[in-house]
């Protein structure tokens, strides 16, 4: 009897626990309630946007509605995202009571919320203010306060006319819009005031610009000016390099840009009419300033902000500044660089010049020229194999930086990867025969025309990745180190081998770790401080000068480029070939018109592709070792090697359409492409050209002309 008493007393004991475990609320319940609120705020709100954008008249009395909705938008956005960080840290761990269904659950609230940041996404796009409508808004406002002060100024002037004559000089600063002593008609000042509001409005938010000389326009459509003359930029977004503008006398139309200088309008406060000038001061903040707010507030977390709250990668990593650049911007590419760029006149080139004493293009001695060697990667932590992730590539992407801004093109270095050592990065691997690819040459040069402390080389270590359960691809930063190219003093950098330190974040943050378990805080002393700095991710890098022989090579390449040592000789002649077709053979330097010549577009197209530039190089290689001691020497020889190498190798590649495509970090891809090239390489190009089994693309001799105004040209 006692031990079924015992027994009776540990199952309502063991009740009365369970009971209270599960009157607690559990975590994914209560966030499920969280979000639950938030529909029912988010959901009234999108009904009510949709109304007011049926509904929008374009009046007045309805931007504070417009103004109200949008801050209710960022509000929403501002608990949407809250919350989505929290649903991401939730764990099983947490909850009180094991669930079967946790991740399902989880799944499920971050479904909704994500709903509920595209409602606000679309919401707020519907919101974006037009700028036609707020100029007219602006003016309109501007208009009725004046005609006010203008109806005011009649009755106090009909009272007393004399009053009117003894204050003229109380009214020096409004007398622009009060000129009516003379009895004028009021409608035709009205409309004259109309107009000249029209000509000054939003003049003290235009840039303007100083004009450099005299321009008489040949079309009706051009603005004439004359030397000194001061005119307001209104659209400077045309490619052809001429700009809208306007000049003190409310005319409009089309100038050349070269001629203007921009001024600096801070500075200039009293060139903007003063009452024009008081006005916009007290106009609400609204037009595009506002707009960027409201995107920046609804923007959604990015990939790498998911992959961090799901813990798959380290916390220092980022989405690639580099890498990004590369995708979003063809100037990042080194095809726009190895072309010539037009001086600021679009009359002749500031690196390309030609000497016609010795007939030849003139080398170009820049503030730096150096030569660097990127040796291994150390201590540089992994994803998280449960995150989902694929590795395709380790790289590292290049350029020159400033603390400010990528100066150069980007250069990539493809990385070794080895499983036994998965926190090492080695570069350069030896082949047993043949040449090395160029995308793991880790031999580059660097030049740029600058002398200054901040001028660095930019290291960002980089994957390239895919997720297994959406097959979505894109490239993170796995941390970022410079070099310095001065000293304090203003000196060059020594040649040497330096040791680099990995950052966390992107080039434009400072004092994030890479991974705080491997550099986090230990106890004092000698000896972990010794251990916490042999665990810091690093770099080494040699940097080295050039010897004389090629530093005469690397004076024909542009002022500023960052490549692979093997590019340089290639490049080189390709700057001496563009200087024959464009300075010498040319009847007349300021000619733009387009010159049909393939050498000058097919390389261009080349040098981005590291396996087509192998081709190259395996070809010019074999000829060059059987040339005569006498034709290696003789520069002109090399130089119509190098355009009949280019055209019999190359350009059957580019022209072919069966090439598969280039895709980074597909090892089938890769290998696929290889042995396509390596099958033209074996033939002749008569004897490819004329097989009836290969496809070509269609005949484009727009893409065999090289065109002297192109953008590449006039960056």
């Not at 979000?35 to 988010?42: C, E, F, Q, Y």
């Not at 509000?75 to 939730?90: A, E, H, S």
């Not at 990939?303 to 911007?329: K, N, Y």
């Not at 020497?633 to 055209?647: D, Q, S, T, W, Y």
Request: proline share 5%.
């Amino acid at each position: 009897r006692g031990h079924l008493s015992s027994v009776s007393e540990k199952s309502a004991i063991r009740e009365d626990f369970m009971s209270r475990l599960r009157s607690q609320t559990s975590p994914i319940t209560q966030v499920r309630a969280d979000v639950d609120g938030l529909v029912s705020k988010v959901e009234p709100l999108h009904l009510e946007c949709e109304q007011y954008v049926q509904n929008r008249s374009g009046e007045q009395e309805n931007l504070e509605k417009e103004k109200e909705l949008r801050q209710r938008c960022v509000q929403c956005n501002q608990m949407v995202n809250d919350k989505l960080q929290q649903v991401y840290r939730l764990t099983q761990d947490g909850e009180p009571v094991p669930l079967a269904d946790f991740n399902d659950r989880k799944k499920q609230e971050i479904r909704r919320l994500n709903r509920l940041q595209e409602m606000l996404s679309k919401m707020s796009m519907k919101l974006q203010p037009d700028p036609v409508e707020e100029t007219y808004f602006k003016k309109q406002k501007l208009l009725a306060g004046r005609r006010d002060r203008k109806l005011a100024g009649k009755v106090t002037g009909d009272d007393d006319e004399d009053e009117d004559d003894d204050d003229d000089d109380s009214v020096t600063e409004g007398s622009f819009f009060e000129e009516d002593s003379d009895g004028e008609d009021d409608e035709g000042a009205a409309s004259f005031r109309e107009s000249e509001l029209d000509s000054t409005m939003g003049h003290s938010e235009l840039p303007q610009a100083e004009c450099l000389a005299d321009f008489f326009g040949e079309q009706d459509e051009d603005l004439n000016f004359e030397k000194g003359d001061v005119v307001y930029l209104i659209d400077t977004g045309r490619e052809d390099g001429w700009w809208m503008a306007e000049n003190s006398e409310g005319q409009q139309g089309l100038v050349p840009s070269n001629y203007l200088k921009l001024l600096d309008t801070e500075h200039k406060p009293s060139e903007a009419p003063p009452v024009a000038e008081s006005r916009s001061r007290s106009l609400s903040p609204r037009g595009k300033e506002l707009w960027d707010k409201v995107k920046a507030a609804v923007r959604q977390p990015s990939l790498a902000d998911v992959l961090l709250g799901m813990g798959a990668i380290p916390s220092g990593f980022r989405t690639s500044t580099l890498g990004s650049l590369v995708s979003e911007a063809s100037s990042a590419l080194t095809s726009s660089w190895v072309v010539p760029k037009l001086s600021s006149s679009h009359l002749a080139f500031r690196d390309l010049h030609w000497d016609y004493a010795l007939n030849k293009l003139c080398s170009r001695a820049v503030a730096v020229t150096r030569g660097f060697s990127i040796l291994g990667a150390y201590n540089i932590p992994n994803v998280n194999k449960a995150g989902g992730l694929t590795v395709l590539s380790h790289h590292v992407r290049v350029a020159v930086f400033n603390k400010q801004e990528v100066l150069s093109n980007v250069h990539t270095v493809r990385a070794v990867w080895i499983t036994k050592e998965p926190k090492t990065w080695k570069f350069a691997p030896k082949v047993q025969q043949g040449l090395p690819p160029s995308a793991f040459d880790a031999d580059c040069v660097v030049r740029i025309n600058a002398m200054s402390t901040d001028i660095m080389i930019l290291f960002e270590l980089c994957i390239s990745y895919r997720r297994e359960t959406t097959g979505e691809e894109g490239e993170l930063s796995c941390g970022w180190a410079t070099l310095p190219l001065f000293e304090a003093d203003g000196k060059p950098v020594i040649s040497r081998t330096l040791e680099l330190k990995v950052n966390g974040g992107t080039p434009y943050e400072s004092g994030i770790e890479l991974d705080p378990a491997l550099t986090g805080k230990a106890s004092g002393g000698r000896f972990p401080s010794l251990l916490r700095s042999s665990r810091t991710p690093r770099l080494y890098v040699k940097l080295q000068y050039l010897r004389r022989n090629v530093m005469e090579i690397c004076n024909m390449l542009p002022d500023v480029i960052v490549t692979s040592a093997n590019y340089v000789p290639f490049i080189s002649y390709y700057r001496q070939v563009m200087a024959d077709e464009l300075l010498r053979d040319r009847a007349d330097e300021q000619d733009a018109s387009p010159i049909c010549s393939p050498v000058l577009t097919i390389f261009s197209q080349a040098v981005d592709e590291p396996d087509i530039m192998d081709a190259l190089r395996e070809k010019w290689s074999e000829e060059h070792k059987a040339l005569r001691r006498s034709f290696k020497k003789n520069k002109g020889h090399l130089k119509a090697m190098f355009k009949r190498i280019l055209l019999e190798t190359v350009y059957p590649l580019v022209a072919c359409s069966q090439l598969p495509t280039a895709v980074w970090g597909d090892e089938n891809q890769e290998q696929e492409r290889y042995a396509f090239i390596q099958s033209v390489k074996s033939r002749s190009a008569l004897d490819w050209f004329s097989d009836s089994e290969m496809c070509h693309k269609p005949l484009n001799t727009a893409e065999l002309t090289f065109a002297v105004l192109s953008d590449y040209c006039v960056t």
